[in-house]
């Protein structure tokens, strides 16, 4: 039993969600204001990555909303910043800002978005991804790689 079990107990240890492919990601937001990662890396042959965000919480979009937003590291904060007043109604996210690389909908708990970003071009520089929703970003935010 001992024997069987380990390899598996391994594997779980060592094998997140996030490493589990170079082209698909999951990411998990929760209410405590927490996503289940700081980094997704992605490999450049996949030429689009989708990235697909779980809320596993119970709150409501408007109360405890989340989404996937993309954007340059140098960008993130302004962007971050502007997001607050294009408010729930475009998902926190400013219509036709160039500086948003990739954005899903807002979400609440339970529901679950995804949105694919062409990563041609992408390797070598520093992305941030973040949820735009009002004071989530300080902390809900992590690296987003392509190599
Ligand atoms: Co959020």
Not at 25 to 42: K, P
Not at 59 to 88: K, R, Y
Not at 133 to 146: L, Q, Y
């Amino acid at each position: 039993m001992r024997n069987k079990l380990l390899p598996a107990l391994v594997l779980a240890l060592f094998a997140g969600p996030v490493m589990a492919a170079d082209c698909e990601f999951t990411i998990e937001g929760n209410d405590a204001l927490q996503f289940s990662t700081n980094l997704i890396e992605a490999n450049a042959s996949c030429g689009t990555v989708k990235v697909t965000l779980k809320h596993t919480g119970k709150l409501a979009a408007n109360v405890m909303g989340h989404n996937f937003v993309l954007s340059a590291s140098g960008d993130f904060q302004a962007v971050a910043t502007d997001a607050v007043g294009a408010g729930l109604d475009n998902n926190y996210v400013p219509p036709g800002d160039k500086r948003v690389l990739a954005a899903t909908k807002i979400i609440g708990g339970g529901e679950s978005t995804s949105v694919d970003i062409d990563v041609s071009g992408m390797a070598g520089k520093e992305y941030t991804f973040f949820c735009s929703f009002p004071g989530h970003w300080s902390i809900m935010k992590g690296t987003f790689r392509v190599k």
